[in-house]
């Protein structure tokens, strides 16, 4: 097994191995002291994985409770989130019983904000199930529901008590799904870690499988240590934001529905090193992000992608700040006048 040990305000374990689900109640019965145990998910996941962490849960002497809600983004929001403050009510959960996130990003957000604020914070696992939630949702404590007014509006940092990840939970994830996960992979690559890089371009989707252990420890080691040096996202971290300022503008001129987050990040990512790598690097990109079909472009023009840039409603900016990665491994924060970024981009 591998262990990844994050220090931030609050020290926790991320535990990475095949397999491990079927663990999760020893390793829970080791970081709480609580009871009882609420297992919040999706319907999908439920289905798939619900019945393997309530069995290794009451192994271990936990009361399990479970609150499932339908699957997708749309139910990451206030009326869901209050379905589950109901349940634990009802349920007479206290501070010292534990949130269990089974799922994707979408339940680790919500489960992760209900966390923080039922009766003013209470522990909560994660145990992330898509290849996005291992290497970016589950690390780093950002909690979130989103708002009828954008996404992520309503948010807390909270930390979980541990990480439980289990890369096999992966093998019945829907192939794009996949790939929208290797979108940010590939990130961490080119911002910090060309070895790591260098293995997955030496795989494709088909192949990658085999690897995978190793290529999400990598990640999560990285945003470890971008968290660890940021904790409250106020310099450095902005790093882990490489191919999203193009990325957000392509998801948002497609209204959320051509690309998802994943495949949006790649092709922002290599419109960027084409704007600032030498072609050679540009290629191997490309190539990698093909080879995870992934898209390396979109239709979109150029001019009216970047007037959508920088649209942050979490950040007032005059100046866009973005990262360029000129070679593989190494990110770097540039900052520029929004005029001057919307010149350099469409010249
Ligand atoms: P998701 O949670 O909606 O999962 C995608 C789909 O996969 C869902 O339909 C889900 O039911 C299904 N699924 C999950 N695990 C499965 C499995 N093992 N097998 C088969 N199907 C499975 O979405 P996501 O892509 O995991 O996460 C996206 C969310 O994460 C967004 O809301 C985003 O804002 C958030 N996010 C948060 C952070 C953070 O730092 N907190 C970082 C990145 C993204
Ligand atoms: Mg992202």
Not at 169 to 183: A, Q
Not at 327 to 333: K, N, P, Q, W
Request: hydrophobic residues 40%.
């Amino acid at each position: 097994m591998k262990t990844i040990t994050v220090h931030a305000s609050q020290t926790y374990d991320i535990f990475i191995e095949n397999g491990l689900l079927d663990a999760c109640g020893t390793i829970l019965k080791q970081t709480t002291k609580a009871q009882k145990a609420a297992i919040i998910t999706d319907d999908t996941v439920e289905a798939l994985y619900g019945a393997r962490v309530r069995a290794s849960l009451e192994k271990e002497g936990f009361e399990v409770i479970q609150f499932v809600f339908p699957h997708g983004e749309l139910s990451k929001c206030s009326a869901t989130l209050n379905q589950i403050y109901d349940f634990l009510c009802e349920n007479s959960m206290t501070r010292t019983d534990c949130l269990v996130a089974l799922g994707g990003g979408v339940v680790g957000d919500i489960t992760g904000f209900a966390a923080a604020t039922f009766l003013r914070g209470m522990d909560f696992v994660q145990i992330p199930t898509t290849l996005l939630a291992q290497v970016d949702s589950s690390v780093g404590g950002k909690t979130a529901i989103d708002l009828p007014g954008g996404k992520n509006l309503v948010g807390a940092f909270k930390q979980p008590v541990c990480v439980i990840c289990d890369p096999r939970t992966l093998d019945t994830l829907p192939p794009e799904i996949f790939s929208d996960g290797m979108g940010e992979v590939i990130k961490y690559g080119m911002i910090r870690d060309a070895a790591l890089f260098d293995l997955v371009a030496a795989h494709t989707q088909e192949s990658i499988s085999a690897v995978l252990e190793e290529v999400i420890a990598a990640c999560i080691a990285i945003k470890r240590d971008v968290v660890e040096a940021d904790e409250f996202d106020t310099g450095e971290r902005m790093i882990l934001n490489y191919g999203h300022t193009l990325g957000h503008a392509i998801e948002s001129y497609y209204h959320y529905e051509t690309y998802s987050h994943g495949s949006a990040v790649a092709a922002g990512m290599c419109m960027m090193a084409a704007k600032t790598c030498d072609p050679e690097v540009t290629e191997r990109l490309k190539k990698c992000v093909k080879a995870y079909n992934l898209p390396t472009e979109v239709p979109a023009d150029i001019r009216a992608l970047v007037p959508l840039c920088g649209k942050d409603k979490k950040r007032a900016a005059s100046q866009l700040r973005f990262i360029v990665c000129r070679v593989i491994g190494r990110a770097e924060i540039h900052t520029m006048p929004f005029d001057s970024f919307s010149l350099w981009m469409e010249a």
